[in-house]
């Protein structure tokens, strides 16, 4: 494409990337974000007109993957195939619009790598000597103790190893100075960059680690063949062989988590072997589940695909959108329904079926369109310049509401008044081309109906005149009782989703204390039909209780001296038929409660022993 520059002399160019994901497991919401948070920067300014150049693609020369692939019993090759397959499916589904996908694994990507580590050793500036560290395997990454947090990785919060290993450095601290001068004017927001920047001034820089000895998988190292490219700096390439001729990179998007190796390390690796380095680094925040981080050993990953299935992608892409681009959000499936519900089903959904609807009963007449003054263009436009989407969301949708109140303050159900149509349905369309880098399906959906071109100069330009029809429904609300209920039976199919309203703390499970009993006796109770009168020794500690459990239509009473249950020990006595019962026996009911199985230890255990 770079050989026609001549004829395309007046496009603005624009390459964006994302950070290429790990694949050693399947992608996660906090995925999901990055690539909906670069998408929509990326159709804006296709929007604007630019040539754009949307790079996103997999990290998968990680030793981490070589690890995992190995515990699974699965030949690597196949493994990382399989796992990449998932995030470029998730791409699909999320309308991501990546003009390409990287895989460090790729021929093209490799000798990229090579050729680079090859110039940088060239000048001088990677050396041989020995390195030791504390190093996660996890991060694939040495810490200082300062990066630690209580002694643990702050990503995976696990003790690093101390490691001690022959290696090639490379000279990163003699950067510190040219680097202060450059993250000046590259880091977005101003609090992360001051981060970067306090940093350099207080701790300075180190050498830094950029081959790694007796490893099985990663590029090769060019200049000894004993080593491998360290993964960081192999994957950082990414951006500059994937870049297709559109290199510098205008903006990197990136986690929080790995502002240091795109603020210190690539630049500093660019500037040795003399390459242009990139305009902007954009760090967003993290998605937090109510109120916790999102992480796999907290079990409270969401699975955007399933999500995405669930509801739709413009949803998924809506609701993740919402959130704040520079601070840790709250995110979850909740979330997501009452986005949906609120502002996507009864704000912009009901504008566009009643409107049309009344347009294709009334019709419209063209007019100056007053309504639309009040759009707050050069507003959004600043917000989407300096990719505060949120706040560029924000102003869209308070146009949206001053359109609803439009229509009600009008009345054209009363007045059949086709001028106010004509405005609401004009109005409508510049909506839909500002909402188009956010939800782009239902922007189509739009254009389609009411017959304009999705460009930025359409936005100020009036649609011509054309008979409305009504508009299918956009977002059907969704029931959350609905939804709740097929959770529940669901439950086992729905990996990966978890809604942290429907779990307790781990603390508040282990104020239930749960033991092993020994039932001695079983007795009827006068005039009840149900319930069983049981003695359960539970061991010295608790000793002997009396526990009322409705039983007696599924069990024996002579069948049940001698069994072993599981009971709740410290619960609240309650008063049963005049019989104080203390304690809970536990059981498998079936969903129609027509058949009840009490809980056994396996094998014979004590009375008294701790369930957990
Ligand atoms: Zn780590």
């Known amino acids: 494409m770079e050989k026609t520059s001549k004829t395309k002399k007046s496009k603005k160019k624009f390459y964006i990337t994302t950070a290429i994901d790990y694949v050693n497991a399947r992608p996660h919401i906090g ?76 021929t093209r990507h490799i000798k990229v790598a ?46 690093p190893e101390i490691m001690s290993e022959e290696t ?69 390439i990414n951006y500059y062989s994937g870049a297709s001729g559109n290199w510098p990179a205008d903006l990197h998007v990136v986690g929080k988590g790995i502002n240091w190796f795109h603020s210190v390390i690539w630049p500093a690796m660019l500037m040795s072997a003399g390459i242009d380095l990139p305009k902007k680094l954009l760090v967003h925040g993290y998605l937090n589940l109510e109120g916790q981080k999102i992480s796999k050993s907290l079990g409270n990953v969401i699975d955007p695909i399933t999500l995405i299935d669930k509801y739709s992608s413009d949803s998924v892409r809506y ?35 009643r409107v049309s609807a009344l347009a294709e009963k009334y019709g419209i007449e063209k007019t100056d369109n007053k309504l639309l003054k009040k759009l707050k263009l050069k507003e ?29 303050s009008n009345k054209p159900w009363e007045t059949h008044d086709k001028k106010i149509l004509y405005e609401l349905v004009d109005s409508i369309k510049s909506i839909a081309i500002l909402l188009s880098p956010f939800i782009p399906e239902t922007s189509e959906k739009i254009a389609k109906l009411l017959g304009f071109d999705i460009k930025f100069e359409n936005i100020e330009k009036q649609l011509s005149y054309r008979k409305i029809k009504k508009a299918e429904i956009l977002f059907k609300k969704i029931d959350v009782e609905e939804k709740k209920e097929e959770k529940i039976n669901k439950s086992e199919k729905i990996e990966g989703i978890i809604k942290m309203a429907d779990l307790i703390k781990y603390d508040d499970f282990k104020k239930v204390e749960l033991r092993v009993g020994t039932i ?44 072993q249950i599981v009971v709740v020990v410290n619960l609240e006595p309650r008063k049963m038929r005049g019989l104080e019962s203390q304690g809970m026996l536990l059981a498998a009911v079936s969903s129609d409660e027509s058949s009840v199985i009490l809980l056994s230890p396996d094998k014979k255990a004590e009375s008294g022993w701790k369930v957990q």
């Open 319 to 353: 609701s993740l959108l919402r959130c704040s681009v520079f601070e840790d959000s709250d995110y979850s499936e909740n979330i997501l329904i009452q986005r949906h519900n609120s502002e996507l089903a009864d704000n912009l959904g009901n504008l566009v079926s």
């Open 114 to 159: 090579q050729e680079i580590f090859k110039k940088v050793y060239d000048t001088g500036e990677i050396y041989k000597g020995k390195y030791e560290g504390l190093y996660c395997t996890g991060c694939e990454a040495y810490y200082t103790e300062k990066d630690l947090v209580n002694g643990k990785c702050p990503e995976h919060n696990r003790t």
């Open 168 to 236: 090639y450095f490379f000279k990163l601290s003699k950067y510190k100075e040219k680097l202060i001068k450059f993250i000046s004017g590259y880091i977005i927001p101003e609090s992360k960059k001051n981060e970067i920047l306090s940093r350099l001034r207080e701790e300075g820089l180190k050498d830094l680690c950029v081959a790694r000895k007796n490893l099985d998988w990663g590029i090769d190292s060019p200049i000894d063949k004993k080593f491998k490219i360290y993964v960081w700096f192999d994957a950082l």
């Open 31 to 106: 995925h999901a974000y990055e690539k909906t948070l670069a998408d929509a920067i990326a159709r804006w300014h296709r929007l604007l007109g630019e040539e754009v150049w949307y790079l996103t693609g997999t990290d998968e020369n990680a030793q981490k993957n070589a690890q995992v692939a190995k515990e699974k019993g699965i030949p690597i090759k196949k493994f990382i195939d399989a796992n990449t397959a998932v995030f470029i499916e998730l791409c699909k589904k999320l309308s991501i619009s990546n003009d390409d996908f990287i895989r460090t694994t790729e």
């Open 520 to 563: 001695k006796k079983a007795e009827d109770i006068e005039g009840a039909d149900k319930l069983l009168k049981l003695e359960v020794d539970l061991g010295k500690e608790t000793g002997k209780r009396t526990i009322c459990a409705g039983i007696k239509k599924y069990y024996k009473k002579e069948d049940i001296i001698g069994k």
């Open 380 to 408: 959004i436009e600043k917000y989407m310049q300096n990719y505060e989407l949120d706040r560029a969301l924000n102003e869209i949708f308070a146009f949206i509401d001053v359109c609803n109140e439009y229509v009600q």
